[in-house]
């Protein structure tokens, strides 16, 4: 199979060759599928994503700029006239976090510390480099963290939701995958920052110490509620910046009992 393609840094056109081309995974967004690179026999990763033609791409602007080792890498991306879709061409990573960590959980093991600490090191190398930028990822969660268990490797996937923050621009409040959504997106800030992504990384090394995810609720509601049992109620100060059609609701001041003591089964 050959397709028309452009490099991943806006080079000249090429013919893309791929072959054994499978379907592995689907979503709201499309599909993705595992190819092989006629050239040079590399493994690769096509996704496959629905497009606007009113609207320019965020997602694959920002691929094009950030070229980082934990950061998934863009070889190259094309369009076909019969479709309205834009393929990105990418390099493949065997698995992901959530299977990794699925493989343990599923027989009762921990995932060892030395693992943990390699790929949450790598993970907040990748999430730095975007912050620097003043690019946030809007979805960190092991499903968007792909791994090579093999060589040790962790590399950031999925800027479907990722935006370059600017300054007094209003952003959307619902974003993020429930269990690692940061409290100010529960309470509907717009004007949040790149901590988020910080508050994501958090929620993700919580579930790989518990094997299970450390705010986990059937509502944005009731994570808020093991949030504030865990942390505390958040300051007038917080309330403020993040809505201030909270700030004069009256309400309970708790004191946060801890991390380590929160059931988190309560819901």
């Known amino acids: 199979m050959a397709r028309q393609g452009t490099g991943s840094r806006g080079e000249r056109e090429v013919e893309i060759q ?31 994503v629905r497009v606007d033609d009113r609207f320019k791409s965020r997602e694959l602007t920002i691929m094009h700029e950030m070229d980082h080792p934990n950061i998934i890498r863009l070889l190259y991306y094309y369009t076909m006239q019969q479709e309205n879709c834009l393929h990105f061409v990418m390099e493949f990573m065997p698995k992901d976090l959530a299977y990794v960590h699925r493989q343990y959980a599923h027989n009762d093991k921990q995932m060892p510390a030395s693992a943990i600490k390699l790929y949450m090191f790598q993970l907040l190398r990748g999430i730095g480099f975007l912050h620097l930028h003043n690019i946030v990822h809007r979805d960190i969660k092991p499903k968007n963290l792909l791994v090579d268990e093999a060589n040790g490797i962790l590399k950031i996937c999925d800027f479907g939701s990722a935006k370059r923050l600017t300054k007094n621009e209003p952003n959307i409040t619902y974003i993020c995958s429930r269990y690692y959504r940061a409290p100010e997106l529960i309470f509907g800030s717009k004007n949040y920052d790149t901590s988020i992504d910080t508050w994501s990384v958090g929620t993700v090394v919580g579930e790989l110490l518990h094997n299970t995810p450390i705010f986990l609720a059937d509502s944005a509601i009731d994570i808020l509620a093991l949030q504030i049992k865990a942390f505390g109620t958040p300051s007038k100060e917080d309330m403020t910046k993040w809505n201030y059609e909270f700030v004069h609701i009256p309400y309970d001041t708790i004191t946060g009992v801890g991390i380590q003591k929160v059931n988190f089964y309560s819901f």
């Open 18 to 48: 791929f072959t054994n081309m499978q379907l592995i995974g689907t979503g709201s967004f499309g599909a993705v599928y595992k190819a092989v690179l006629r050239e040079n026999d590399e493994p690769i990763a096509i996704k496959k």
